[in-house]
């Protein structure tokens, strides 16, 4: 009961920060706590691959933790006008490159590589929704951050390996979502 309530904790920030908007989150007190909550979910891993509950319970922690901040990020965009906001970007700027990136890059890109291969424990369609969910918010970072920031450079090697992942355990709307970010972060 307390794993189950670990993501849904992280879940319900991202929806906070998503109901009030980026301008409003980033300006508030909560923004800091947010991302050392975040940050501490970031480190749990996987101690016994053997352990199904455990493996769940992180795959289950990873989506709902880069949905969260996927929520966050998208605050920085007014959608109405498609503009974007830089005093949520510039807030954003270092949670992102000192929590974020790593998350994505060291962490979570070269997890789901690996158990893209023979013999994962972890369920297939969860495995799917973390790669959409990863390939989404590396989208929407490289949406709203130019083409020579540092964010986008520290992400530009994700569009090597993981953005072009050819594998019959993706689903197709996986593999659009990766087009996408693909194509954002390609874009200058």
């Given amino acids: 009961c307390q794993r189950e309530l670990k993501s849904l904790a992280i879940t319900a920030l991202g929806d ?73 970007t510039n807030a954003l700027h270092s949670p992102v490159m000192t929590m974020v990136v790593p998350l994505l890059t060291n962490n979570l890109t070269p997890w789901c590589l690996r158990e893209l291969g023979a013999g994962s424990a972890v369920d297939p369609n969860l495995l799917d929704d973390i790669i959409r969910a990863v390939s989404g918010l590396v989208g929407d970072l490289a949406d709203i951050y130019p083409g020579n920031s540092d964010v986008r450079m520290a992400l530009k090697p994700l569009a090597r390996d993981f953005l072009r992942i050819v594998s019959d355990k993706i689903s197709e709307t996986t593999e659009t979502t990766q087009k996408w970010a693909f194509n954002l972060l390609a874009a200058n």
């Fill in 16 to 88: 906070l920060a998503g109901a009030v908007g980026g301008p409003v989150w980033c300006s508030t007190p909560h923004f800091t706590s947010t991302f050392t909550i975040l940050s501490m979910a970031s480190g749990i891993e996987i101690t016994d691959e053997d352990d199904l509950d455990e493996v769940d319970f992180v795959c289950e922690l990873r989506l709902a933790l880069v949905e969260a901040i996927t929520w966050i990020v998208q605050g920085a965009k007014d959608e109405a006008t498609r503009s974007v906001n830089h005093n949520v």
